[in-house]
């Protein structure tokens, strides 16, 4: 599966990491801040810079399918194992980007769209029986970054997937039995290292559906899209600084 990302489309946070670029997450449009990620210092050059920003192109080698997609479908889909980690070649993610010239690449080390990352036979229980997810195959980033230095990796798929919202859109009616995502340790190791972008979009999703589940159960009488839609808002907006401070490390690093 190939796929782009387009200027007028891709809006991100960024942050300079240690070791190249930028890292970043995809925000609603009401938390858009577009700002462009430099190219990689291997990639093709460009006559001018209208050209070398139209021409940036980011791939993606062992995607997921859509994030829009039931519990069921993404069980049946989810095909991100500890054997798939292990089945990625690093030689082939460096053959792609050598040859392609792409400026960032999207590799499979474990993360995939939507609030079931993993079937429960893929993870453990913890002690309250709830699913602790296997850890990210970082053996094939470091494989990646030793071979391909300071080259921008992408991490598609990101969502921690909160368990406090997913408790509250369950408790308030909704039905998302054993939802889980990425640990937010793993993406923070991750964001130290050669990722430089990194997508997170079902947990604003899932912040704002338990917003609003909460107003239209205990405010049944209210039927003014300002005061659910204003909480909802309000969460998102919390979340994502969480994110961005204490996650991805990007806060301040914006030019």
Do not use: W
Not at 109 to 138: M, W
Not at 162 to 174: A, L, R
Not at 203 to 222: G, I, N, Q, W, Y
Request: glycine share 6%.
């Amino acid at each position: 599966m190939t796929g782009y990302s387009f200027p007028d489309t891709d809006f991100f946070y960024r942050r300079k990491s240690q070791t190249h670029g930028y890292c970043s997450t995809s925000l609603p449009p009401f938390l858009q801040s577009h700002v462009s990620p430099p190219a990689a210092k291997n990639s093709r050059k460009h006559k001018n810079p209208k050209e070398r920003h139209q021409g940036r192109r980011q791939n993606n080698i062992g995607q997921s399918a859509a994030e829009d997609s039931s519990p069921a479908d993404e069980g049946r889909r989810n095909h991100h194992s500890q054997n798939t980690h292990n089945s990625i070649d690093p030689e082939e993610v460096i053959d792609f980007a050598t040859r392609t010239g792409v400026d960032s690449l999207a590799i499979s080390i474990g993360t995939s769209h939507g609030a079931y990352k993993f079937k429960p036979e893929q993870c453990t229980r913890d002690a309250n029986g709830r699913l602790v997810p296997p850890p990210l195959a970082f053996d094939v980033l470091d494989a990646v970054m030793e071979k391909l230095p300071g080259f921008p990796i992408v991490l598609h798929g990101s969502s921690s997937v909160p368990q406090e919202y997913v408790d509250e859109i369950n408790e308030y009616g909704g039905k998302l039995p054993d939802a889980i995502g990425i640990p937010e340790e793993e993406l923070r190791k991750a964001a130290k290292s050669a990722v430089c972008k990194i997508n997170i979009d079902s947990d604003s999703r899932l912040a704002m559906t338990a917003a609003v589940r909460k107003v239209m159960a205990t405010k049944p009488a209210e039927f003014d899209p300002r005061k659910y839609l204003g909480p909802a808002r309000d969460e998102m907006e919390k979340l994502y600084k969480h994110k961005i401070v204490a996650v991805l490390g990007s806060n301040g690093k914006a030019e």
